[in-house]
């Protein structure tokens, strides 16, 4: 197995018994993180000097849906409603395999050149066994991390999951796959029946999957209460978006061990509602992050990071003035805690939380170098900042299960231009389809 001694960076592990950054060197063998220490000495290594840049814990997307790659940018400008209409009222139909392939190849190539080392693949235009199994040949082949969340397109609500569909992914094209892990992304109880809702949760349950769910704008349908009846909410359910939900709900989900994961720039662009992220802090909790729809917005998490504390810093710095009359001395949410958001919280809203997400001992070779020498970093003097503030430009290098993704600025084992010129093809093709429907 291969050694890489990664020597000279500043480390952000975000360990809790670990300083925020630290100059320490990373030994890697094989897949995983052997040793963190100061001058370490690995003589059948091969060392790699990274001095002046700063490395994190692989980023964690935890919600994209990424057959929408094709289609990148066509809804800049779409509502909610909008997207719905046009994304899934017309588009989804005319998706072949070749389409989801190239689409998922390319985003999650872009997730990779973007600092992500691990994807939740909400995939919710599995039409067919082979829309399932071409989608998951793009994840194979980009080489990124990631949890495939089988959905279908939304149909009636006393429908339940095709189960059948579950089980040959899960003993077929997933099964043994060091790098891919299966969810349920099921239509929740906000677009089922009660009957339907239970149901769903119930055989993710029972196959130990994670089941992930949509839920925006606050109006909660009769599912809710008879899943929470059932005592089917846990540490397996992750609810993307919760828009405006009630804080007794939000209080109800956290107790359970819910996770929750916030797209802010798309929820804040579309009308989705407010973020969620208020309601969880105030509960000791906090959201994961997605990128959500690249029809609509960029793909990259640290925008998404830097966005969430944004607006949350915002949000309180408002009510601070409202209650008191004078401007808070203190932020209320930190750059460190954004940075959580985007690692420790994704990899916990997609049940990895054991493997990636933060850089120890034990843990997968997941990580990020980012450039400090650039110009709009320069000088980076808080390293927690500077990984935050990081744009795709500063992204240097990505290492998944310890081998190089990326080296240099430049993505390995691909061919670019031929990927790009077929999801060119399959994007012109779809617009075209949908224009003459």
């Known amino acids: 197995m291969s050694r890489t001694l990664l020597r000279g960076a500043r480390v952000i592990t975000m360990a809790a018994d670990r300083p925020d950054a630290e100059h320490v060197d990373i030994l890697v063998d094989g897949d995983r993180i052997a040793e963190i220490g100061q001058v370490l000495e690995a003589p059948d290594a091969e060392t790699v000097d990274l001095t002046g840049r700063v490395i ?62 691990t994807l939740g693949d909400w995939c919710h235009n599995s039409l067919t066994p082979e829309h399932a199994d071409a989608a998951l040949e793009g994840l194979v082949q980009a080489g990124i991390r990631a949890v495939f969340l089988h959905g279908t397109p939304y149909r009636d609500p006393d429908l339940s999951h095709p189960l059948a569909e579950i089980d040959r ?80 709900w939000v209080r109800t989900l956290v107790e359970a061990g819910v996770t929750f994961t916030s797209t802010p720039e798309n929820e804040l662009g579309q009308g989705h509602g407010t973020p969620v992220t208020g309601s969880l802090l105030r509960l000791g909790a906090a959201p994961s992050l997605g990128t959500d729809v690249e ?40 750059a460190k805690q954004a940075l959580a958001w985007a690692t420790v919280e994704g990899a916990k809203a997609l049940g990895l939380a054991g493997q990636v997400g933060r850089l120890e001992p034990g843990m ?61 093809e399959s994007g012109e093709r779809l617009l075209h389809a949908m224009d003459t429907a």
């Not at 055989?203 to 349908?221: F, I, T």
């Open 56 to 117: 994190l814990p692989g980023l964690v997307n935890a919600h994209l849906h990424t057959w929408q790659t094709g289609l990148r940018a066509v809804g800049a400008d779409w509502t909610l409603m909008e997207y719905l209409t046009h994304l899934h009222g017309s588009a989804v139909q005319h998706y072949t395999p070749d389409d989801m392939y190239v689409s998922n190849l390319a985003g999650a190539l872009n997730q990779l050149h973007c600092g992500t080392t």
């Open 169 to 248: 992914l899960l003993e077929g094209p997933v099964r043994g796959h060091e790098l891919l892990t299966l969810g349920m992304a099921v239509q929740g109880p906000q677009y089922s029946s009660p009957d339907a809702a239970v149901s769903d949760f119930r055989a993710a349950h029972e196959r130990g999957l994670l089941v992930s769910l949509h839920q925006s704008g606050g109006d909660l349908a009769p599912g809710w209460e008879a899943v929470r009846d059932a005592g089917l909410f846990g540490p397996r359910t992750n609810v993307v978006h919760g828009s405006d939900l009630p804080d007794g």
């Open 295 to 334: 029809t609509v917005v960029p793909g990259q998490v640290l925008t998404a990071a830097r966005i969430a504390l944004a607006h949350q810093r915002g949000l309180d710095h408002a009510q601070h003035r409202r209650c008191t009359g004078t401007h808070a001395d203190t932020p209320s949410v930190t």
């Open 364 to 424: 997968q070779a997941d990580l990020v170098a980012v450039d400090t020498r650039a110009l709009n970093l320069w000088p980076a003097h808080d390293p927690i900042a500077a990984a935050l503030h990081s744009d795709l430009a500063n992204i240097e290098a990505v290492m998944v299960a310890g081998r190089w993704r990326k080296r240099d600025h430049a993505l390995l084992d691909c061919d670019l231009g031929k990927v790009k010129d077929r999801l060119r």
